[in-house]
């Protein structure tokens, strides 16, 4: 199985005690985010976990700790952008960042840190040539750092369209998002990096960039060696072409303080709130399990398999 660490919040940045404290005890428990007293037991066993997709903008605390994770074969998707302070108010530079991007691949290797750009977003002051010129630069600082880039578009989710207004960002045109993406293409092909849509839902086919996959079948063959059946993840958009993994996050914790952000769904406050609540030894990310709580006990197994992957 996959485990998907994590779409709703960044546990490396802010939760990597207690995920290495679960890596200790074997399992998490993961309340149902639509019903939270229906409560999912994962195992982490490693004879049943193929690869721990981790998620984050800033994994320097991680880093240093990842011996620990011996056992268990992993990659990041890293998502860096150049925005300032008044979009992404609690991250560190964006050059402290780049080093930490860094320092992350020379320690597991290029192969396993996924460069994010995403989500692109323009209004008056993130233009169309801010992006072509950005992305170049933060391209050319990455190479021989990953080999693939993953490009994601804003999505106007209705929770977060009030943050997006007060910055005057509006739904992207497709002209610009063409702009954007030859010049992006042709960085890319000059420094011999991968580029991929993290979605279908814009299809650049045409100009050589086609829909990936950001839960990666093929790359997760890479790392663990062995070839693993598997399926699209139907808890995720039709647009999403990612292979099935559970997550074991929790939303409305993360502290990035993106403004843009579905994961906190526009409450930062709740989000804080939510951390106050985390112990870094209880099996649940976020507070403790209630009497009402009803456990399930999560069907996990491996997906290798002798024949060839069918996804």
């Not at 992350?104 to 840190?113: H, M, N, P, Q, T």
């Not at 649940?284 to 024949?307: C, H, N, P």
Request: one cysteine or more; charged letters at 25%; aromatic letters at 10%.
């Amino acid at each position: 199985m996959i485990i998907s660490a994590s779409r709703r919040t960044d546990i490396p940045a802010f939760y990597s005690e207690w995920f290495f404290n679960r890596i200790n005890e074997g399992y998490v428990l993961v309340p149902n985010p639509y019903n939270p007293n229906m409560i999912s037991r994962v195992s982490l066993d490693p004879a049943v976990i193929d690869c721990v997709v981790f998620w984050t903008k800033n994994p320097a605390p991680m880093i240093e700790k990842l011996d620990r994770l011996a056992d268990y074969k992993y990659y990041f998707q890293f998502t860096l952008n150049p925005y300032g302070t008044e979009l992404e108010s609690k991250l560190p530079s964006l050059d402290k960042r780049i080093d930490t991007f860094k320092r992350l691949a020379d320690r597991i290797g290029k192969e396993k840190v996924v460069w994010r750009y995403d989500p692109i977003l323009t209004n008056e002051y993130y233009t169309v040539a801010f992006h072509q010129d950005k992305f170049a630069e933060m391209a050319v600082a990455l190479q021989g750092y990953t080999e693939k880039c993953m490009l994601g578009f804003i999505d106007h989710y209705p929770h977060v369209r009030a943050s997006l207004r007060e910055f005057n960002i509006e739904p992207l045109a497709k002209e610009d998002i063409e702009a954007m993406a030859v010049a992006f293409r042709k960085t890319a092909d000059e420094l011999s990096m991968e580029l991929d849509t993290c979605t279908t839902r814009i299809d650049l086919s045409h100009i050589g960039i086609p829909s990936g996959l950001c839960v990666d079948n093929r790359l997760i063959e890479r790392i663990t060696g062995y070839p693993i059946l598997s399926r699209k993840d139907k808890n995720q958009r039709d647009i999403c072409r990612c292979v099935e993994s559970i997550d074991i996050g929790t939303y409305e914790s993360c502290l990035n303080g993106c403004i843009y952000c579905y994961a906190i769904k526009g409450n930062y406050n709740t989000a804080k709130f939510n951390r106050s609540r985390h112990d870094k030894n209880s099996p649940m990310l976020i507070g403790e399990v209630g009497d009402e709580a009803v456990l399930v006990e999560r069907e996990m197994k491996s997906l290798r398999t002798d024949q060839l992957s069918l996804f």
